[in-house]
């Protein structure tokens, strides 16, 4: 069965403190994405990576950083967190390709940055 | 900008009935609409609408795809407590492969 794993379910922060999310999939996918996802606002694109150390802005990366070293790794960095980026962040992965653009999602992390 | 708009944002209904949520989009080179359901953390895959008129249908769930008038339904019959979840819907942007969702419709559905 296809897996995106996401390495904590739940994690506290201080303002300030560097965060590191991390996301893995085993389905050999190109491509991999990173959402935060708030009340009323819905899933919004930070970053996407469609190759090893290839990475897009999305929507709202202001605040925020990625790095693929491998194809199957996704890591999110907040480099200085603050607390408007306590959010629920969620992991994808697809393949790379134009006729199917289904996404597979982790189980999220929920960041509460105090 | 890419927009894809869903209605309601929630709905409460009784264990029985039949609901409809809406999505509407306005996309360029429009390829696809997606519909997920997510009932903890993760959202998982429902359907994936190219074709207008052709319902795609998996259970008690269907949805339809209408191109000319820019929008997609998803039909949920008998509805059950099980069925209670956010279902989003997306569309990928022009010459990307990234999504733009919705906000999503929070469905309540109570015995």
């Known amino acids: 069965d296809v897996k995106v794993t996401q390495s904590s379910r739940y994690l506290v922060k201080r303002t300030g403190e560097k965060v590191f999310l991390e996301c893995v999939q085993d389905m050999d996918h190109e491509n991999m994405f990173w959402y935060r996802q708030d009340p009323g606002l819905g899933l919004r694109l930070i970053y996407f990576s469609y190759d090893v150390k290839m990475k897009e802005k999305g929507d709202i990366p202001e605040g925020y950083s990625v790095s693929r070293e491998k194809k199957e790794r996704f890591s999110l960095i907040l480099e200085s967190a603050s607390t408007n980026q306590t959010s629920m962040y969620l992991c994808?992965?697809?393949?790379?390709?134009?006729?199917?653009?289904?996404?597979?999602f982790g189980s999220g992390t929920q960041l509460s940055v105090l | 900008e890419d927009k894809v708009v869903q209605s309601p944002l929630s709905l409460v209904v009784h264990e029985g009935d039949t609901v409809t949520l809406n999505c509407s989009y306005e996309?360029?080179?429009?390829?696809?609409l997606l519909w997920y359901k997510q009932e903890k953390k993760a959202p998982t895959f429902l359907f994936m609408l190219t074709s207008s008129g052709i319902e795609k249908k998996s259970g008690r769930l269907s949805s339809i795809l209408d191109k000319k008038e820019l929008f997609s339904i998803l039909n949920i019959t008998a509805t059950q407590t099980g069925d209670s979840a956010i279902y989003l819907c997306?569309?990928?942007?022009?010459?990307?492969?990234?999504?733009?969702f919705g906000k999503g419709t929070k469905l309540s559905v109570i015995p």
């Open positions: 997306a569309s990928p942007g022009a010459g990307s492969y990234q999504l733009t």
């Open positions: 994808a992965s697809s393949e790379w390709s134009a006729t199917n653009e289904k996404l597979f």
């Open positions: 996309v360029t080179n429009f390829r696809s």
